[in-house]
């Protein structure tokens, strides 16, 4: 850990890594849609963001994406659900959103502590 480096920012650069991956997963699912035969892939978000803060380094990926199982199926194979994906889009925007702002307030108390020091 360098002197910039706290365990908040490395807790929320972590997070917005994970945020990242799940936004690509829900734009693929979204993007596939029409697509016959295709399953949607997601990740246990709270699973992978438990192991990436406990795992160290070792911990940080990759994420596993998964397969999701029990949704509704179109005659075509297809299981991908607007609505779901819709529903994840706005919570990871929502992730996203909080994690950028922790790391706003950090960095700002970091820059007081630093500008105070003189």
Do not use: C, K
């Given at each position: 850990?360098?002197?910039?480096?706290?365990?908040?920012?490395?807790?929320?650069?972590?997070?917005?890594?994970?945020?990242?991956?799940?936004?690509?997963?829900?734009?693929?699912?979204?993007?596939?849609?029409?697509?016959?035969?295709?399953?949607?892939?997601?990740?246990?978000?709270?699973?992978?963001?438990?192991?990436?803060?406990?795992?160290?380094?070792?911990?940080?990926?990759p994420a596993r994406?998964?397969?999701?199982?029990?949704?509704?199926?179109?005659?075509?194979?297809?299981?991908?659900?607007?609505?779901?994906?819709?529903?994840?889009?706005?919570?990871?925007?929502?992730r996203y959103r909080?994690?950028?702002?922790?790391?706003?307030?950090?960095?700002?108390?970091?820059?007081?502590?630093?500008?105070?020091?003189?």
């Amino acid at each position: 850990m360098n002197w910039m480096n706290t365990r908040l920012i490395e807790m929320a650069s972590r997070e917005l890594d994970l945020v990242a991956l799940r936004h690509s997963l829900v734009s693929s699912n979204l993007a596939n849609i029409d697509t016959p035969g295709y399953r949607t892939r997601d990740i246990d978000f709270r699973r992978e963001l438990e192991r990436t803060l406990e795992g160290g380094e070792a911990g940080l990926f990759p994420a596993r994406s998964r397969e999701v199982r029990g949704l509704m199926e179109r005659p075509d194979g297809n299981n991908v659900s607007l609505e779901r994906e819709g529903l994840l889009l706005a919570e990871t925007q929502l992730r996203y959103r909080l994690g950028v702002q922790l790391l706003r307030a950090e960095f700002h108390r970091l820059l007081t502590a630093i500008n105070e020091g003189r």
